[in-house]
């Protein structure tokens, strides 16, 4: 036989040298696995989710229908309507758009899609001189709600924006928005600061006007450069912000009783495990916090949701139950709820606002009386009953007896 060839690599087995490459590898391949995880918790950027295509084929849903459980939900979305009009692309028709349609977007009492290009299935509709690109978003929002306000003013109280990869809870929403009057200038969102005084909402975790917010920003601000820009370039909810702010919309509170937050610009889980970028550290208007305690029980939107995690938020939300657990609601009832979920200062704000527009409106009476004038429609939906003012002056009473008769 002849003899085998002798192969080195310049160190034995059994060298400290092999069990240092050894221990370096496996090190690097414990840090590599790491910083995948902690990639995975952070949002995806919007190239990413561009590309992120949901299922090709509809999704079933129609068997898990649980009949007899939503009669509250029901009776509420009848006393809170929401309109909701989503901005979407032409490119994201199919891969995101159907599928807001398909999930969250079914509890909006009416869904539309805001594009450049209609589409009779969603509805998207396509507005006249849009421009599409991230750069055109404030143009694009703006368009939107004229088109809103002169289309669908009457078919709603409240008006919800959002992305097509947003998901909201609108029973949640509709709970929230419950004690307030839709004829007061506020809105809510996930609010940051900077920019202007009140600070601005984040355009992904969607943000809501009231009525009375839409009309003013329709009638009063867009008009005015000096209250709106008019370049249809800007980051829209930055300059949403600036234009709200000038003409003196409240900017409301959507955290809970216990200052847990109810709206959110990144996913669950970023929330949940801490993997949100450094610069929402310096903008998010209240102090985050990380675990179970980042997020309500009554949480209502969430961003950088792709449509696959849709259904799976879906699933989770309104079909998983646990066997031999009731559900819980962590809400009081009967609705409408008392004020326990908005938070003091929010109130006073509140109170202080309806103070100054109730002092307006009888001016506005005086001026009436002396011309002989018929009072201006405007003049009558100010004065419309405050459903909570009522229902923090009978609390107060509630308390008082309570305290005569112990």
């Keep these: 036989m002849g003899s085998q060839p002798n192969i080195s690599l310049g160190f034995s087995c059994n060298s400290p040298c092999l069990l240092i490459l050894i221990l370096i590898l496996v090190a690097l391949m414990v840090c590599t696995y790491?910083?995948?995880?902690?990639?995975?918790?952070?949002p995806l950027t919007h190239e990413e989710m561009d590309n992120?295509?949901?299922?090709?084929?509809?999704?079933?849903?129609?068997?898990?229908?649980?009949?007899?459980?939503?009669?509250?939900?029901?009776?509420?979305?009848k006393e809170v309507r929401i309109l909701c009009w989503i901005m979407t692309q032409p490119s994201s028709h199919e891969k995101k758009a159907k599928h807001v349609k398909a999930t969250w977007g079914k509890r909006c009492n009416k869904l539309i899609f805001i594009s450049s290009q209609n589409d009779s299935s969603l509805p998207a509709i396509a507005l006249p001189g849009v421009q599409e690109g991230?750069?055109?978003?404030?143009?694009?929002?703006?368009?939107?709600?004229?088109?809103?306000?002169?289309?669908?003013?009457?078919?709603?109280?409240?008006?919800?924006?959002?992305?097509?990869?947003?998901?909201?809870?609108?029973?949640?929403?509709?709970?929230?928005?419950?004690?307030?009057?839709?004829?007061?200038?506020?809105?809510?969102?996930?609010?940051?600061?900077?920019?202007?005084?009140?600070?601005?909402?984040?355009?992904?975790?969607?943000?809501i006007l009231s009525k009375a917010a839409l009309r003013k920003f329709v009638e009063v601000a867009l008009p005015d450069p000096k209250k709106c820009k008019r370049d249809p370039t800007g980051a829209e909810d930055a300059e949403m912000g600036k234009c709200l702010d000038n003409i003196g919309v409240l900017a409301g509170d959507s955290r809970d009783s216990l200052g847990r937050g109810r709206m959110?610009?990144?996913?669950?889980?970023?929330?949940?495990?801490?993997?949100?970028?450094?610069?929402?550290i310096d903008y998010v208007y209240y102090k985050p916090d990380v675990g179970m305690d980042c997020c309500s029980d009554s949480a209502i939107t969430f961003h950088y949701v792709d449509p696959n995690k849709m259904y799976e938020?879906?699933?989770?939300?309104?079909?998983?139950?646990?066997y031999g657990h009731q559900r819980h609601e962590p809400f009081p009832a009967p609705l409408p709820l008392d004020?326990?979920?908005?938070?003091?200062?929010?109130?006073?704000?509140?109170?202080?606002?309806?103070?100054?527009?109730?002092?307006?409106?009888?001016?506005?009476?005086?001026?009436?009386?002396?011309?002989?004038?018929?009072?201006?429609?405007?003049?009558?939906?100010?004065?419309?009953?405050?459903?909570?003012?009522d229902i923090i002056n009978s609390q107060e009473k509630e308390r008082k007896a309570k305290l005569e008769n112990s």
Excluded at 52 to 77: C, F, N, S, Y
Excluded at 171 to 195: A, K
Excluded at 352 to 379: F, I, L, R, V
Aim: charged fraction near 25%; glycine fraction near 6%.
């Design 34 to 42: 790491h910083l995948g995880v902690i990639a995975s918790l952070g």
């Design 52 to 77: 992120v295509e949901g299922p090709q084929h509809d999704v079933v849903m129609k068997l898990h229908q649980h009949l007899g459980e939503t009669a509250e939900a029901d009776r509420l979305a």
């Design 134 to 207: 991230r750069n055109y978003l404030w143009g694009k929002t703006k368009a939107a709600y004229k088109y809103v306000y002169d289309n669908h003013q009457d078919d709603a109280d409240w008006f919800l924006k959002a992305d097509d990869d947003t998901y909201a809870v609108m029973e949640n929403m509709r709970y929230m928005l419950s004690p307030y009057d839709p004829m007061t200038e506020i809105w809510f969102g996930s609010r940051f600061r900077h920019f202007s005084k009140q600070g601005y909402m984040s355009g992904g975790g969607g943000y």
């Design 264 to 280: 959110f610009p990144f996913t669950p889980l970023t929330h949940m495990m801490g993997g949100v970028p450094n610069w929402y």
């Design 313 to 322: 938020l879906e699933y989770l939300i309104y079909h998983l139950k646990p």
């Design 339 to 389: 004020h326990a979920s908005v938070p003091k200062k929010t109130l006073d704000e509140y109170k202080n606002k309806q103070h100054n527009e109730d002092e307006h409106e009888h001016e506005h009476e005086h001026e009436h009386e002396h011309e002989h004038e018929k009072p201006k429609e405007e003049s009558k939906i100010v004065a419309k009953p405050n459903k909570l003012i």
